[in-house]
């Protein structure tokens, strides 16, 4: 790319977002673009965080989304990737209105699209893990398939929260409140979604790193003791959450 072109590029950009009254700013018609980006721009981080529009109301998510648009505008041409930071930017406006779990829903929201967006890889089939030993599978490491996403919300019930509005469901009249976990896991048919105890999202968190089963089960009993991995297997495999076997050398 020439200079002129990328200086070109680099003004437009700064103009569309920032604002200005010279240059390609001040030729007729450029606001109206201008609007017409921003428009696209907010109905697309209204339309990545459903859940968090059911919670609010489009006017209210859209006012804050347009302020982060304005701040922080899309690094990628691809709006459905745009807001991996939206549920840090919304955090301050949410707790200023009592709703101190909005954020903890955008972030599942989030983790939504990255499973829906993830590459595919094959998952473990349950044959794989005929003929071993406890000894071979405690030597081997799990990792989680491409397309699962999982996390542990400590002060919410984020999973209750997010699954009934992602649904367009009423809540239940009583909710615990107390910390929940979720997973998600993309596959071509979508995403499919499960709700985690704190030790299974620990368990994850030791495959994500690289640690074999042995290790891994141990860090996930340090957070939940009692925890059943026969339950939690089943569980992830059914999911389709784990990748292939990773056999040591």
Known sequence: MNRTLAHFQDTFIQALYHGSAT????????????????????????????SVERLVGR????????????????????????????????????????????A?????????????????????????????TASDLARCTLQPRRSARWQWFAEHPVYTLWHHNRLAQPLPEHIAWHGEGVLLVGDVEGVGWQALTEGACAFLDACANGHDLDRASALALQAE?????????GSLLGAQALAPLSLPR
């Open 104 to 132: 903890d829903v955008a972030r599942l929201d989030w983790l939504w699209l990255q499973a829906f967006c993830a590459e595919q890889a094959p998952a473990l089939d349950v044959a794989e893990l005929a003929g071993m």
């Open 225 to 233: 003791p009692g925890l059943d991995f026969n339950a939690l297997l």
């Open 59 to 102: 006017d209210w998510l859209a006012d804050v989304a347009g302020r982060c648009t304005r701040q922080y505008p899309p690094p990628d041409a691809r709006l459905i990737a745009y807001g991996e930071t939206f549920a840090d930017y919304l955090a301050p406006f949410a707790c200023a209105n009592g709703l101190t779990y909005l």
């Open 23 to 50: 240059g390609v700013a001040a030729q007729p018609g450029f606001a109206v673009y201008r609007n017409t980006v921003f428009k696209g721009c907010v109905d697309a981080l209204c339309d990545n965080f459903p």
